[in-house]
T-cell receptor
Framework: DSGVTQTPKHLITATGQRVTLRCSPR?????VYWYQQSLDQGLQFLIH???????AKGNILERFSAQQFPDLHSELNLSSLELGDSALYFC?????????????FGQGTRLTVV | KNQVEQSPQSLIILEGKNCTLQ??????????LRWYKQDTGRGPVSLTI?????NTKSNGRYTATLDADTKQSSLHITASQLSDSASYIC???????????FGDGTTLTVKP
């Protein structure tokens, strides 16, 4: 158990809908990262938050948004969902903002868009 | 465009044998390079983290090497076990942007 909690574990929704994925980082970790992993594809970095502030953006679509709350949990909002958004969405956390600190991954949320 | 390329794409070995996975990258500037192990449908687990100045780092039966001049890294697994069957992912961190670039991974299958 990495200490990073993601909910829900599975989500099935229809095209055009909006969903929210939740991530609770390890206790004391200030950084939260979101990644997308489509079927048989590699992980794609989406976005990084540190202590409530956005630090870096990767290949995140405009239909997607994220935020980190004062209690440090984070939410990833996916709207106007398309079939191609079906994927595993991972959250990771690390103690600091530095890229040299180890990141711990949650078990992911599997999103299926039908 | 920053890229991380891993080879081979997949590998099958017999239990007890050694193997080496490769990672070539063009990410610049470079902060650190990480190797992760990902079991199917689960989150990646960190194996090693190496900064620019480190040439080698071990974690049990896993040994990672880094040549920052040629921008190459390798992950060597000794005395493989059935539980080593997984995807091994190389990740390079870009210092300036704080972004992570992931390789597509090498899928390792260890057979009895």
């Amino acid at each position: 158990d990495s200490g990073v909690t993601q909910t829900p574990k599975h989500l099935i929704t229809a095209t055009g809908q909006r969903v929210t994925l939740r991530c609770s980082p390890r206790s004391g970790d200030l950084s939260v990262y979101w990644y997308q992993q489509s079927l048989d594809q590699g992980l794609q970095f989406l976005i990084h938050y540190y202590n409530g502030e956005e630090r870096a953006k990767g290949n995140i679509l405009e239909r997607f948004s994220a935020q980190q709350f004062p209690d440090l949990h984070s939410e990833l909002n996916l709207s106007s969902l398309e079939l191609g958004d079906s994927a595993l969405y991972f959250c990771a956390s690390s103690a600091l903002d530095s890229g040299n600190t180890e990141a711990f991954f949650g078990q992911g949320t599997r999103l299926t868009v039908v | 465009k920053n890229q991380v390329e891993q080879s081979p794409q997949s590998l099958i070995i017999l239990e007890g044998k050694n193997c080496t996975l490769q990672c070539n990258y063009t990410v610049s500037p470079f902060s650190n390079l990480r190797w992760y192990k990902q079991d199917t449908g689960r989150g990646p687990v960190s194996l090693t983290i190496m900064t620019f100045s480190e040439n080698t780092k071990s974690n049990g039966r896993y040994t990672a090497t880094l040549d920052a001049d040629t921008k190459q890294s390798s992950l060597h697994i000794t005395a493989s076990q059935l539980s080593d069957s997984a995807s091994y992912i190389c990740v390079v961190i870009n210092t300036n942007a704080g972004k992570s670039t992931f390789g597509d991974g090498t899928t390792l299958t260890v057979k009895p």
